[in-house]
C-alpha cells in the first residue's frame, strides 16, 4: 500500500450524536488524511473512523459517510483533490453514528445503501435524535452487487455481528475488502447488543470474510491489514469465547469471569450507559441474559 495523498487539515472537537462508537480518550488533533489503497479505491483517515471511496471514469461511490457535517465535508474536500466525478452512490457498512452522521453534508438526492437491518436502526435512532439523518433508500438482505465501469463490487451481508445490520465491501478487482467495524486491532471487538450484535456472530463473519477472494482487508478503525491478522484476531476471540464458557459451565459469575479474566469495566458513558466488554458479552450470549 503507498500513501500518496496527505491533507493539511486537522479536525476540531467532534459533537455529534453518536449511535454507538465508545468514546476515545482526549488527545492531540488528527491529521485528515487520504490514502491510495490499491487501483481505483483510497481510503481517508483521522475522523474517528475511517472512510472509503472508489474513484470511476463516471462516477466515485462513497463507503461510510464520517461523524460529523464537518468530517463529511473533509472527506467530500479529499475527493475533489483526486477526481471531479459526481458522487451519485454511498454504501454504509453499518448504523453507527460515526459512519453515518456526516450523510447530511452530502450533495442531495445520493443513493443510499445499507443492510435493511442498518435502514431499521437508523430509522429508530432517528425517533429520538435531534438531527434526523437520511436513511438509506436501497436495502437488500442477503446480497447486492453494483458495477462501476463494468468492474463488480459485491455487498454481502454474514449475519448480525458488531450490530445486526453489518456488511462486507468486496472489491474484487483490488482484492480488497471493507468491513466496517468487524475487525478493531489492538483492543477488543465492540459488540453492540442493543443492536443484536453478537460475538458468535462476529466469529461467523469473520470466517466467511476469510472465505473471500481478498488480502488486504479495511475497517472502520485501524490500519488496513492483513489475511493473517484477521485469522489472530479469529482466534483470540474464539480462545475468549472456549475460556469464557469452561468458566460459565463450572458455576463461575459474571464478576468472577470478569475478575479472572482481568477484566475491567469501562466507564459509563453520559447518560448511564455502559460499554461492555466483550468478554461480558459472551458470558452473557451463553448464559442467555440479554440485558
Given at each position: 500500500?503507498?500513501?500518496?495523498?496527505y491533507?493539511l487539515?486537522?479536525?476540531?472537537?467532534?459533537?455529534a450524536?453518536q449511535q454507538?462508537?465508545p468514546?476515545a480518550?482526549p488527545s492531540a488533533?488528527n491529521?485528515f488524511?487520504t490514502i491510495?489503497?490499491?487501483g481505483?479505491l483510497?481510503?481517508t483517515?483521522g475522523?474517528?473512523?475511517?472512510a472509503f471511496f472508489y474513484?470511476?471514469?463516471?462516477?466515485?461511490?462513497?463507503i461510510?459517510?464520517?461523524?460529523?457535517?464537518?468530517?463529511?465535508?473533509?472527506l467530500?474536500?479529499?475527493i475533489?483533490g483526486?477526481s471531479?466525478?459526481?458522487?451519485r452512490?454511498?454504501i454504509?457498512t453499518?448504523?453507527d453514528?460515526?459512519?453515518?452522521n456526516?450523510l447530511?453534508?452530502?450533495p442531495p438526492n445520493l443513493?443510499i445503501?445499507?443492510h435493511?437491518?442498518?435502514?431499521?436502526?437508523?430509522a429508530?435512532?432517528n425517533?429520538?435524535?435531534p438531527v434526523?439523518?437520511p436513511?438509506p433508500n436501497v436495502?437488500?438482505k442477503n446480497?447486492?452487487?453494483?458495477?462501476i465501469?463494468d468492474m463488480?463490487?459485491?455487498?454481502?451481508?454474514f449475519?448480525p455481528?458488531?450490530?445486526?445490520?453489518?456488511?462486507?465491501?468486496l472489491?474484487?478487482?483490488?482484492?480488497?475488502?471493507i468491513?466496517?467495524d468487524?475487525?478493531f486491532?489492538?483492543?477488543?471487538?465492540?459488540?453492540?447488543r442493543?443492536?443484536?450484535g453478537?460475538?458468535?456472530?462476529l466469529?461467523?463473519?469473520?470466517?466467511a470474510?476469510?472465505?473471500?477472494?481478498?488480502?488486504?482487508?479495511?475497517?472502520?478503525h485501524?490500519?488496513?491489514?492483513?489475511?493473517?491478522?484477521?485469522?489472530?484476531?479469529?482466534?483470540m476471540?474464539?480462545?475468549?469465547q472456549?475460556?469464557v464458557?469452561?468458566?460459565?459451565?463450572?458455576?463461575?459469575?459474571l464478576?468472577d469471569?470478569?475478575?479472572?479474566?482481568?477484566v475491567?469495566?469501562?466507564?459509563?458513558?453520559?447518560?448511564?450507559?455502559?460499554?461492555?466488554?466483550l468478554?461480558e458479552?459472551?458470558?452473557?450470549e451463553?448464559t442467555?441474559?440479554?440485558?
Amino acid at each position: 500500500m503507498t500513501a500518496l495523498f496527505y491533507t493539511l487539515m486537522f479536525l476540531m472537537p467532534l459533537r455529534a450524536q453518536q449511535q454507538g462508537y465508545p468514546p476515545a480518550a482526549p488527545s492531540a488533533p488528527n491529521p485528515f488524511a487520504t490514502i491510495h489503497v490499491r487501483g481505483n479505491l483510497y481510503q481517508t483517515t483521522g475522523s474517528v473512523g475511517n472512510a472509503f471511496f472508489y474513484v470511476g471514469k463516471e462516477e466515485t461511490l462513497i463507503i461510510d459517510a464520517t461523524i460529523t457535517t464537518q468530517t463529511a465535508k473533509m472527506l467530500l474536500s479529499a475527493i475533489k483533490g483526486i477526481s471531479d466525478k459526481p458522487i451519485r452512490r454511498v454504501i454504509l457498512t453499518h448504523s453507527d453514528g460515526d459512519h453515518v452522521n456526516g450523510l447530511a453534508a452530502f450533495p442531495p438526492n445520493l443513493t443510499i445503501i445499507s443492510h435493511e437491518n442498518t435502514r431499521q436502526l437508523m430509522a429508530d435512532a432517528n425517533k429520538t435524535a435531534p438531527v434526523k439523518i437520511p436513511l438509506p433508500n436501497v436495502t437488500f438482505k442477503n446480497d447486492l452487487s453494483l458495477f462501476i465501469d463494468d468492474m463488480e463490487i459485491r455487498l454481502l451481508y454474514f449475519g448480525p455481528a458488531h450490530t445486526s445490520g453489518d456488511i462486507a465491501v468486496l472489491f474484487p478487482a483490488e482484492k480488497a475488502v471493507i468491513v466496517g467495524d468487524l475487525i478493531f486491532i489492538g483492543r477488543d471487538p465492540l459488540i453492540h447488543r442493543a443492536k443484536n450484535g453478537s460475538s458468535f456472530g462476529l466469529v461467523a463473519a469473520l470466517k466467511a470474510v476469510l472465505q473471500l477472494d481478498a488480502d488486504i482487508y479495511l475497517s472502520g478503525h485501524s490500519e488496513p491489514v492483513d489475511r493473517k491478522t484477521v485469522e489472530n484476531l479469529l482466534a483470540m476471540i474464539e480462545e475468549k469465547q472456549a475460556r469464557v464458557k469452561t468458566l460459565a459451565q463450572e458455576g463461575k459469575s459474571l464478576e468472577d469471569v470478569k475478575r479472572i479474566m482481568g477484566v475491567e469495566d469501562a466507564p459509563a458513558r453520559p447518560g448511564g450507559r455502559r460499554w461492555q466488554s466483550l468478554v461480558e458479552v459472551i458470558f452473557l450470549e451463553l448464559t442467555e441474559k440479554k440485558e
